[in-house]
């Protein structure tokens, strides 16, 4: 990914609504499925936020291919993270949980599949997979060129293949069906543009942060509490390996 995104996010990611939305949901469903103190990975972590929040109550490991992410996780503190390669991922048996939050759709991952199961192989039996993933091909914009996507994903084809290798489906939802509608419209405009690819992450005034921080709160609480929504912008699941 472009070093100006992580950099963008480093600044942005502790309050920027779409990190935080996120990151709170990732948080009820390891404390749901994963009890304190127990091994957690972080596959992927870039700037690292996700490891500084869930450390405070679990082992957390992370690793991430780029020196810059890996920098800016040292900015917080953070030492249990490594430059890795998600390709050449092949670990024995060691986790209770693997996160992957909108990793392996990118251009650099060479085989999802392929990948999805070395995470496999590296929990422990029980062991806990969450991921978020861009959803739905439609939906590929300017923005998605910028930051190197490869993959979008649709949940019946996604739960097929995880079933098909053993896993136990948890949680399978859509999230932030408005985003996808505004993502539409976007692309719509955007097809009239002569600009190149271009980041979406740019700050927001503070009431429109709170407003989209407060829609995907309620948002989140759905999930928690058992909806799976139809459609969205992207796909989050929950799955124990068998």
């Not at 989209?212 to 459609?231: D, M, Q, R, Y």
Request: some cysteine; overall charge positive; aromatic content about 12%.
């Amino acid at each position: 990914m472009d070093h100006r995104e992580y950099e963008a996010m480093y600044n942005m990611e502790n309050t920027y609504w779409w990190y935080a939305g996120l990151h709170e949901l990732v948080y009820a469903f390891t404390k749901k499925y994963t009890r304190p103190g127990s091994i957690i990975f972080d596959a992927g972590c870039g700037t690292g936020r996700m490891v500084e929040i869930l450390q405070k109550e679990y082992l957390v490991e992370g690793c991430d291919f780029s020196e810059a992410a890996i920098g800016y996780c040292r900015k917080r503190g953070l030492t249990s993270v490594h430059r890795s390669d998600l390709n050449d991922f092949n670990l024995p048996l060691t986790y209770d949980q693997i996160i992957s939050l909108d990793v392996i759709y990118h251009e650099a991952i060479q085989n999802d599949d392929a990948v999805l199961d070395a995470f496999h192989g590296a929990l422990k039996p029980n062991g806990i997979l969450v991921l978020n993933l861009p959803a739905f091909p439609i939906l590929r914009r300017k923005h998605n060129v910028f930051v190197h996507e490869k993959r979008r994903y649709t949940r019946p084809a996604l739960l097929q293949y995880l079933r098909k290798k053993g896993w136990t489906i948890h949680t399978a939802t859509y999230r932030m069906p408005w985003l996808f509608c505004i993502s539409l419209v976007k692309k719509w405009i955007e097809s009239f543009a002569c600009d190149g690819p271009a980041s979406d992450l740019k700050p927001l005034p503070e009431w429109l942060n709170s407003l989209l921080l407060k829609l995907v709160t309620i948002e989140n609480k759905l999930i928690a509490g058992g909806v799976s929504l139809p459609f969205g912008s992207s796909l989050f699941i929950v799955a124990r390996k068998k």
